[in-house]
């Protein structure tokens, strides 16, 4: 940090300027007006404070160096120009991590950030035009591809061989207005926010157990089952963990994924799983007493305590299997709770019925 007079229509007016190397040359990163010298001297003269937000910007962006997220970027789309696609990405990812804003309110916001030091670009070169040039050069199969790579590069980074690999489903209703046809991702379906009436898009994720490191991402439309993107999704989603290293890891799915076609086709992968199944297939298991389940010890596993156990080999899907079914008495209490509700609600709903029907009656 230097002090720098520029002489404007022969005036000279005093900056504080920070220096960074760009492209080999060094550039100015930062600087910020500071006034007139004559004003900055004496008793009267007012402390100049510029805070900065730091320590998150520094982190990300630090982790983002590592991971090498724009070179990812710039080796799928290219990367001409200064700042490049990846910059444009990379930029727009930190912002959305910290404090969001609209690209139109990017640069303001890139300004008050350690960014300006670390990674110094002309603010004038930030606008929402900028970015959306960018972000148009980025296809959905693009931003795979590039999704693949960082994983890959913190997977090795990292070091990370996990021994469950999570995988879920689930959806994000949206306000696109129904006679919107530009998309056709946007369907109505079974939303979990029961946003019947909006337009949805599916979302289904691989993480790490341990981390809950994203592996894999698909996005979909929101009138697909579950099963059925499983099911389609099943041979790329062998690849791309093979190819991060966690073929031999357990996958973990609940039963919304589950149909007798999807298991055949996990079976022959030769995977091995964890999942639920409702539990009216077996009728006979829901009607054991509870005492002869077997308690959890809670010094082992604490966050079990009060569970219930019982485990059986069962045939399914062609094959034997370990069968477990659990107790958890906070569930059961909000169960039974749930259950009792309805009951006082339906018993006063036929009580005003049997009244109304008493009325009419000659």
């Known amino acids: 940090m230097f002090l720098k007079t520029k002489i404007i229509q022969g005036q000279p007016y005093l900056y504080a300027v920070h220096n960074a190397w760009n492209g080999g040359r060094p550039r100015a990163a930062f600087q910020t007006y500071l006034g007139v010298p004559s004003q900055l001297s004496g008793p009267q003269a007012a402390p100049i404070v510029r805070t900065f937000h730091y320590g998150a910007a520094a982190v990300l962006a630090e982790l983002a160096r590592k991971l090498e997220v724009a070179e990812a970027v710039n080796s799928v789309v290219g990367g001409a120009g200064s700042p490049s696609v990846g910059d444009y990405i990379l930029l727009a990812a930190l912002n959305r991590a910290i404090e969001p804003h609209s690209k139109r309110a990017f640069a303001h916001w890139y300004e008050r950030t350690s960014l300006k030091r670390l990674l110094p670009f002309a603010s004038v070169k930030l606008s929402s035009q900028r970015f959306w040039d960018a972000m148009d050069q980025v296809s959905p199969g693009a931003c795979q591809e590039i999704f693949h790579r960082v994983a890959k590069r913190a997977v ?202 008493a009325r009419r009656t000659p």
Not at 178 to 194: F, Q, V
Not at 238 to 256: C, I, P, R
Not at 306 to 323: N, P, V
Request: with cysteine; net charge negative; proline share 5%.
């Open 156 to 357: 090795e980074l990292f070091g990370i061989a996990d021994e469950a690999v999570c995988f879920d489903t689930t959806n994000f209703f949206t306000f696109i207005a129904s006679d919107n046809g530009r998309t056709e991702l946007a369907r109505r379906g079974r939303n979990k926010a029961k946003r019947y009436d909006l337009r949805q898009i599916g979302l289904g994720l691989a993480v790490t157990q341990q981390l809950q490191l994203p592996l894999f991402y698909y996005v979909y439309a929101g009138n697909e089952p579950d099963s059925s993107v499983f099911d389609a999704l099943l041979p790329k989603l062998v690849a791309e963990l093979s190819d991060l290293g966690q073929a031999d890891a357990t996958w973990v799915y609940d039963k919304g994924c589950v149909s007798e076609r999807n298991q055949r086709h996990v079976q022959e992968h030769g995977i091995a799983f964890v999942t639920s199944v409702p539990p009216s297939y077996y009728p006979d298991l829901l009607a054991i007493d509870l005492e002869r389940m077997t308690p959890v010890d809670p010094e082992q596993h604490p966050a079990l305590e009060g569970f219930r156990i019982w485990a059986e080999r069962r045939k399914r899907w062609g094959r034997e299997l370990l069968l477990v079914m659990s107790h958890s008495p906070e569930l059961a209490a909000g169960q039974l709770a749930g259950v009792l509700q309805h009951q006082t609600k339906a018993v006063k709903d036929l009580q005003a019925l049997q009244t109304a029907l």
